[in-house]
Nanobody
Framework: QVQLVESGGGLVQAGGSLRLSCAAS????????TAWFRQAPGKEREFVAA????????RYEDSVKGRFTISRDNAKNTMYLQMNSLKPEDTAVYYC??????????????????WGKGTLVTVSS
């Protein structure tokens, strides 16, 4: 069982930055693909970014490329999402996710085995 706990959400003005963290139970974190998804009000949960278990390969949804950076520290069992140049349309609950699938096959919620409870990011205009 993988337990995931997000932190770091909050209210920020457009153009600002936030860093999300996801603390994971150590049992399987080091070998799992991990990812961030988000869900805006009234919308479906969508893929944001994924990272290979080794931390050396990443993949992003087009709208966040160049603005968001996903990373992980296996020694600390923690994943991060650095979000820069935030826009109001980035407002959503952000979820930490873990999967046994390889990173390039993560694109929908159905590809995920474990979820955190989410952390709210609100970007004001």
């Amino acid at each position: 069982q993988v337990q995931l706990v997000e932190s770091g959400g909050g209210l920020v003005q457009a153009g600002g930055s936030l860093r999300l963290s996801c603390a994971a139970s150590p049992r399987t974190f080091s070998t799992a693909t991990t990812a961030w998804f988000r869900q805006a009000p009234g919308k479906e949960r969508e893929f944001v970014a994924a990272i290979r278990w080794s931390g050396d390969i990443t993949r992003y949804e087009d709208s966040v490329k160049g603005r968001f950076t996903i990373s992980r520290d296996n020694a600390k069992n923690t994943m991060y999402l650095q979000m820069n140049s935030l826009k109001p349309e980035d407002t959503a609950v952000y979820y930490c996710a873990a999967s046994g699938k390889i990173y390039f096959r993560i694109s929908t919620p159905g590809d995920i085995g474990y979820w955190g409870k989410g952390t709210l990011v609100t970007v004001s205009s």
